[in-house]
């Protein structure tokens, strides 16, 4: 099982870009998938999950309303939409999937086993 990331890179503060993360060798019908980032000289956060199933969101409180996650089936995918970004934004954004079942999704790093090499993002 295999995810890559794309879509990263410099953007001014307030400007948008959409990271993609696409699956291989499993098929994300009814995982948790996450996205979490690692800003410099911080520890990795969550940012946003999604339940592939039913398309159950959620988000941390510093990107709601300004982040979207979500998934193209078809393609294996997930996304995260960013918009209205900060300079804070600025770190490694990794993908993560749980393969096991359950649509219970949380921020807990732990419970993802696939992780991606991840995509930096620059805001300035």
């Known amino acids: 099982v295999q995810l890559v990331e794309s879509g990263g890179g410099s953007v001014q503060a307030g400007g948008s870009l959409r990271l993609a993360c696409a699956a291989s060798g499993h098929t994300i019908s009814r995982n948790c998938m996450g996205w979490f980032r690692q800003g410099p000289g911080k520890e990795r956060e969550g940012v946003a999950v999604?339940?592939?199933?039913?398309?159950?969101?959620y988000y941390t409180d510093f990107v709601t309303g300004r982040f979207t996650i979500s998934r193209d089936s078809a393609k294996n995918t997930v996304y995260l939409q960013m918009n209205s970004l900060k300079s804070d934004d600025t770190a490694v954004y990794y993908c993560?999937?749980?393969?096991?079942?359950?649509?219970?999704?949380?921020?807990?790093?732990?419970?993802?086993?696939?992780w991606g090499q991840g995509t930096q993002v620059t805001v300035s």
């Open positions: 993560a999937l749980r393969t096991g079942a359950g649509s219970r999704c949380t921020f807990d790093e732990f419970v993802y086993n696939v």
């Open positions: 999604i339940y592939t199933g039913v398309g159950n969101t």
